[in-house]
C-alpha cells in the first residue's frame, strides 16, 4: 500500500479499512446510543440505495432506446453512429449502479448452508462473511477511482465511433475544477463533438463500487447492533 497517500495527517488505507473497523468494534459496546443516532443516517442510506436502483433502471431503458434506434436507422437507411458503444456504457452502468440496491434487497447469491449449522455460529460466521465483503468491496472500490484519475489524466479517449458534445465532457469536469473557475471552464465549452473521454463510463463502476462498499460496511454495523442481518428476503426461487 505504498501508493496509499495520507489524507489529512493519516494513510488513505486507514480511512478505508482501520477506522471503519473500529467503528464495528464500537457498535458491539454501545448498541443502544448508536441506534439512536444511526437510524436517521440509516433512512438516508437506505433511499441513496434505491436511488441508486432508479438510475440502474432508468440505464437499463436507456439500453432499450438505444438498440430500437438502431433498428430504425437500419430499416431506413440512416447513420447512427455510437449507439453500440453508448449502449455497452448503458449496460455497464446499470451493473454497477444496481449493485448496492440488489444486494440491500437480497438479490444477491448467497451460499448460506455453513449459517444454518446453529443460531450462535451463523451470527458470528455472518458478521465475519459481510466484514470481509465490506473490506473486499472497498479495496475494488478504491482502485475504481484511481481508474478514473489516471484515465483522466492521459485524456484517454475511446476507440469507437462514439462521439459526445464538449459542452458534456466540461459540465461532468466540474466537480473537479477549482469553483472559482466553473464561470472560464463553461463559458469555454462549445457544442463540437469529441471522442468520448474514457472516464465519463468510468464513473459508473466507480460511483456503484463506493456504493456497494458503503452498504456492505452499513449492513455489517447494522448486523452487530440489531443482532440480525437486514437482508432477509434472498432472492432463491
Known sequence: ???????????????????????????????????????????????LYFASGVVAAFFMCTILLLIVAQMIARWTNVALPGTTEFAGYAMAATSFFALSHAMTRGAHIRVSIILNWNRYTSRWLDIFAVFGSAVIATYFARYAIKTNAFSEMLNDRTQGQDQIPEWVVTLLSLPATPLGDW???????????????????????????????????????????????????????
Open 183 to 237: 464561470g472560464s471552464a463553461i463559458g469555454k465549452a462549445t457544442s463540437t463533438l469529441v471522442y468520448t473521454p474514457v472516464w465519463i463510463p468510468q464513473l459508473a463502476m466507480s460511483i456503484g463500487a463506493t456504493l456497494l462498499a458503503i452498504a456492505l460496511w452499513d449492513t455489517l454495523y447494522r448486523t452487530i447492533i440489531t443482532g440480525k442481518n437486514p437482508i432477509v428476503s434472498e432472492a432463491v426461487e
Open 1 to 47: 500500500m505504498r501508493d496509499w497517500s495520507p489524507v489529512l495527517g493519516l494513510p488513505l488505507w486507514v480511512w478505508l479499512f482501520v477506522l471503519p473497523s473500529l467503528f464495528g468494534l464500537l457498535c458491539f459496546f454501545a448498541k443502544e446510543p448508536l441506534t439512536r443516532r444511526l437510524r436517521p443516517i440509516w433512512r438516508v442510506l437506505d433511499g
